[in-house]
């Protein structure tokens, strides 16, 4: 028993003469469908269509799946043919047939990509081509043919996905059947008729006229300002030379992200997004890496930590998964004692911030406080010696005991459940206003502040903060 897939091609005719010995040779003659225009080849044979498959499957996966299966299943009794439109190659269900039995033979037809592509007359040598029914895994790329748009919803689809890649009012070509239409991407749902002939077919325009831009397009564009001709001061930067710029805009970021400007998060993370190409494609020039190394480091970084989703471990709670994450880091870095893990946390990070992460990560030795009442209790004993080197006089052991009052208020704040960083942040903010507020009253008064007294100081202070109560 056996099993040959065949492909019709487009038009009545195309079927090849090797296809049609093979007809006349099987028990058994399947078709995907009896809709298409190259099914006419067909009438001379007796067939059997498999289109009520199409009203009992849930979705194309389930479709094709469905399909193969009754190819598979005819196959283990006769020798079968199994017909579809177009070529073979294009036919998922055929590919899964192909992946099960390995004996399977195969008559190819004319592809119906190939025919869009000719129609649309697109000139980009490479084309990404799928299934309306698939049109959501479709990736960047510089041109794509989209078939299948059988109707009103998968057009839709198409339009969201097609919008997203290449912009909504880029051109693109509407096939049906034999014909061709000029259209943008934004009317392709408002077409009046779709049928299985249906297609899309678009290409991206010259590089600077293009509506969209996706990342590798980022890192052409900094390639572009290096290369010979380009801008001076970007040809001139080293990684050195632009480190401080990411501290810069991601703080930039977090700016926008607290004042809730979504129009500021967003420009602010594009700023990122090219401080992160600006480093791959430098190290690129160096041999080092490129940006899908960098890329592929953190998508396999993120599967490798997250065994909780992608592997064995188990997580059922905010603090299990992030357990689960602390441990891969661990093995992923090859740290075997937490004093690695401290030593780990970046020097250059701001020092409140810092102090926090070093503590946390101490704590998951076992060595941290009880409580963030006994951590206090630190505090005061290292206020205490601060207040005695101020007595003394000693400039290095103030500022040595400073540091050791600032690092127990981290850690208190810490097991307080405080992020001190935010705290800080917050507390400045807060001071800040007040004291705007206290200079406006003292003002306002035809006082000048740096005449007055502690006392008179305190009566306005006490006054901006009872006045910002109110506001």
């Given amino acids: 028993m056996s099993i040959i897939l065949i492909g019709l091609g487009i038009r009545e005719g195309d079927l090849t003469q090797s296809a049609e010995r093979a007809l006349k040779g099987a028990d058994k003659i ?3 469908t009896n809709t298409s225009e190259s099914f006419k080849s ?11 498959v199409f009203g009992k499957s849930r979705n194309f996966d389930t479709l094709n799946k469905n399909l193969a299966k009754e190819v598979l299943n005819a196959g283990k009794t006769a020798n079968v043919c199994y017909c579809v439109d177009g070529a073979v190659s294009e036919d998922e269900a055929c590919r899964i047939i192909l992946k099960r039995d390995k004996n399977a033979v195969v008559y190819e037809g004319v592809s119906r990509v190939s025919h869009i592509k000719n129609s649309a007359k697109l000139s980009c040598a490479t084309v990404t081509a799928l299934s309306a029914y698939e049109v959501r895994t479709l990736k960047s790329c510089r041109a794509a043919v989209v078939y299948d748009i059988d109707d009103e919803y998968a057009a839709s689809e198409v339009k969201i996905v097609l919008t997203d890649l290449f912009g909504e009012e880029t051109d693109c070509s509407f096939v049906r059947g034999d014909t061709v239409k000029k259209i943008k991407i934004y009317e392709i749902d408002r077409q009046k008729n ?19 831009y996706d990342f590798a397009d980022l890192v052409h564009m900094v390639e572009l300002l290096r290369a010979p001709g380009g801008c001076p001061w970007d040809r001139a930067q080293t990684n050195q030379s632009i480190k401080g710029n990411v501290i810069e805009e991601a703080y930039e970021l977090a ?31 160096q041999g080092a890496f ?25 997580a059922a709670s905010e603090s299990e998964a992030l357990g689960v994450w602390d441990k891969n880091k661990l093995k992923e870095k090859h740290m075997t004692t937490f004093g690695e893990s401290v030593m780990a946390v970046p020097k250059n990070f701001p020092a409140c911030m810092r102090a926090q992460k070093v503590g946390k990560r101490a704590a998951k030795s076992g060595m941290d406080f009880l409580s963030p009442v006994s951590a206090s209790e630190k505090l005061w004993e290292e206020v205490k ?10 400039k290095s052991a103030v500022f040595d005991e400073a540091g050791d009052v600032l690092f127990a208020a981290v850690n208190t704040c810490r097991l307080a459940g405080v992020d001190c960083e935010e705290a800080l942040r917050a507390a400045t903010d807060k001071f800040a206003k007040r004291f705007v507020e206290c200079e406006k009253l003292i003002l306002a008064d035809g006082k000048n502040m740096t005449d007055m007294d502690e006392l008179e100081l305190d009566y306005y202070w006490v006054k901006a903060k009872n006045a910002l109560k109110k506001d």
């Fill in 290 to 314: 490129n940006a899908t190394d960098a890329t592929t480091g953190n998508v396999k970084k993120l599967i490798f930590r997250h065994s909780h989703i992608f592997g064995g471990d188990k």
């Fill in 30 to 32: 399947l078709a995907r």
């Fill in 42 to 52: 067909l009438n001379d044979y007796s067939v059997q269509t498999l289109d009520f």
């Fill in 255 to 285: 700016d926008a992200i607290e004042r809730e400007d979504d129009e500021g998060i967003l420009e602010e993370t594009g700023d990122i997004l090219l401080q992160a190409a600006f480093h791959a494609l430098l190290k690129e020039e």
């Fill in 385 to 394: 010696e601060m207040v005695e080197a101020m007595q003394a006089g000693d």
């Fill in 194 to 212: 779709y049928g299985m002939t249906c297609a899309v077919a678009v290409e991206e325009g010259e590089f600077l006229k293009k509506e969209r």
